[in-house]
Nanobody
Framework: QVQLVESGGGLVQAGGSLRLSCAPS????????MGWYRQAPGQQRELVAR???????DYADSVKGRFTISRDNAKNSVYLQMNSLKPEDTGLYYC??????????WGQGTQVTVSS
């Protein structure tokens, strides 16, 4: 079964940057939206950013102006450039791909830790 594989997480100081990447482990088709969620300890999973196949984007208010989402439609891959990181950005970051046929698929998550 095809999954998404995230990479790029790690430990960074406040004010630093990280770039997350997400690619499928095999072929996937009919992908519409792709995006990133995150979950901090003891909190619910929240949408960070999403991007439609045509390129339109949505961001959580807390990351606007600091994070940039992009995608490569040929590779069905999605990226998240995170700048000016804050301790409250700490969490497990998950990518997803929404398929018109076949439903959503998810990655296992990559940990982002921002120290103050």
């Amino acid at each position: 079964q095809v999954q998404l594989v995230e990479s790029g997480g790690g430990l960074v100081q406040a004010g630093g940057s990280l770039r997350l990447s997400c690619a499928p482990s095999g072929s996937i088709f009919f992908v519409s939206d792709m995006g990133w969620y995150r979950q901090a300890p003891g909190q619910q999973r929240e949408l960070v950013a999403r991007i439609a196949s045509g390129g339109s984007t949505d961001y959580a208010d807390s990351v606007k102006g600091r994070f940039t989402i992009s995608r490569d439609n040929a590779k069905n891959s999605v990226y998240l450039q995170m700048n000016s990181l804050k301790p409250e950005d700490t969490g497990l970051y998950y990518c997803y791909a929404r398929r018109v046929i076949g439903g959503d698929i998810w990655g296992q998550g990559t940990q982002v830790t921002v120290s103050s």
